[in-house]
């Protein structure tokens, strides 16, 4: 990925801070290891809290705060009401906090199935349907992925204490298969999300040549899902596996939803029935 070109900021500065709910973390592990593009963050923020790089005391305001992880207990929704209430800006960090990720798998079970699988005896564990962080405070900007782009983090971070909007361009993740010069696996008979996947991870999947794109961002806004269902039950994948796929990540809602925009623009498109034309009345035959 290109190195950093935007404009660093110039007063004082601002506080950011990245929390943890139910997760593996692995979005800050990602952040971490951009190593010296990290540490050279702390020139231009103090870092309110971190967990995997220190805890620090609870602060009145928060510039920007990040959530990572899925919202899975009373505690945790609290939790991110009171980050939402002295925070500026708040962002969700990754698929898990964007959507609920593996977790949400549990929506298209028997949730109660699925406790009693893990837990033998389970007693004061809240069971509630996986949603992600937007569904209980107001999010300002999301950023996709599993684990996250650090670079896109990165920019994000530099454009809001500059006091810029981020932007995510409107690009498939093929765009960027594209222009790292991958296969097409559709072209080799093998099932990938990408042309209805918002891109910006830089195509990892694809590009190690094996792997499929998942959808693990978000599905792209006037995504043609309805060609690509088309296309997929033709021959390269069965239904069941197209929604099997959706449910890893928690992106089978999002799917449904471009499924219903695509069939509103389909029907607004269509001509029009030609309104019958209103015929003179007959005569009554003489005899």
Not at 163 to 178: F, H, I, L, M, S
Not at 184 to 191: I, N, P, W
Not at 230 to 246: D, Y
Request: with cysteine; proline share 6%.
């Amino acid at each position: 990925m290109p190195e950093h070109t935007e404009e660093k900021p110039k007063k004082k500065k601002p506080v950011v801070a990245v929390y943890s709910l139910s997760c593996c973390e692995g979005c800050q592990v990602s952040i971490i290891n951009q190593g010296a593009k990290f540490v050279e963050l702390f020139d231009y923020i103090d870092l309110g809290d971190m967990m995997l790089v220190e805890e620090q005391k609870d602060v009145s305001h928060y510039d920007v705060a990040f959530i990572e992880g899925t919202p899975l207990t009373k505690e945790n929704i609290e939790h991110i009401k009171h980050i939402r209430e002295k925070s500026t800006y708040v962002l969700t960090l990754g698929n898990c906090a964007t959507h609920g990720n593996y977790q949400g798998i549990k929506n298209y079970r028997d949730k109660e199935a699925a406790m009693r699988s893990v837990y033998e005896k389970p007693r004061g564990i809240d069971n509630f349907e996986v949603k992600p962080v937007d569904q209980y405070i107001k999010v300002d900007f999301h950023l996709y992925q599993c684990p996250l782009n650090a670079e896109e983090f990165l920019r994000f971070v530099y454009a809001l204490v500059n006091g810029k909007a981020p932007e995510v361009r409107q690009r498939p993740v093929c765009y960027e298969c594209q222009i790292n010069g991958t296969d097409c696996l559709l072209h080799k008979g093998q099932m990938c999300l990408g042309p209805m996947v918002l891109g910006g991870c830089n195509a990892p999947c694809p590009s190690d040549g094996h792997y499929r794109c998942e959808a693990c961002r978000k599905v792209l806004e006037g995504a043609p899902v309805l060609n690509m269902e088309r296309k997929l039950f033709s021959g390269i994948a069965a239904k069941e596996h197209l929604e099997e796929t959706l449910e890893k990540f928690s992106m089978k809602e999002d799917w449904k939803k471009a499924r219903i925009k695509e069939e509103e623009r389909i029907a607004k498109a269509a001509p029009k029935p030609a309104a019958p034309t209103a015929s003179a009345p007959s005569t009554p035959a003489t005899k």
